[in-house]
């Protein structure tokens, strides 16, 4: 999804550079293209790391903090992001984020790049899924957190 979304939105605006003359079309539609681009890629997720009580998601200049206490469950579930609806966020160029919502979990938020390495992390009042290199170790890090408090 990324490639391919990457070559539409940068591969546009290379073609109407090499197109002259420009007229003011060509210059909104390349600067749309391209700040599209650069605002996906500001999202875009780069890993995950555990910090105390604190699951850090890294982004490419900020990290987003994810409290874990009052976690109720932890379970790998490679289905759990299918058949879900996008409500508000990025369904797939540098990363899959944003409110999500399927029949399995309901509402949630995800942090995600790869779908079938889904973990799901669910709260009383809200639910998270997080996609880990390694679901079973990152689950198995989470739960002993769980367990401690």
């Known amino acids: 999804m990324t490639l ?3 070559l539409l939105l940068l591969g546009i605006p ?3 550079l090499s197109v002259k003359p420009w007229n003011n079309t060509y ?3 390349i600067c749309t293209l391209i700040s599209v681009f650069l605002g996906a890629l500001l999202f875009i997720i780069r890993g995950y790391t555990i910090s105390g009580n ?3 998601v890294h982004r490419l200049i900020w990290n987003s903090r994810i409290d874990l206490s009052g976690l109720v469950s932890v379970e790998i579930n490679p289905e759990a992001m299918s058949y879900s609806i996008r409500t508000f966020g990025n369904g797939g160029l540098f990363s899959i984020s944003g409110l999500y ?3 399995t979990l309901g509402s949630y938020r995800a942090y995600a ?3 079938k390495r889904a973990v799901v992390l669910k709260y009383k009042k809200r639910t998270i899924v997080v996609t880990p290199d390694r679901p079973d170790v990152f689950a198995a890090m989470i739960e002993s957190i769980v367990q401690e408090n």
């Open 4 to 6: 391919a979304f990457s």
């Open 14 to 16: 290379a073609y109407l």
């Open 113 to 115: 790049t790869d779908p």
């Open 54 to 56: 604190t699951l850090l």
């Open 27 to 29: 210059v909104i539609t």
């Open 101 to 103: 919502r399927n029949k």
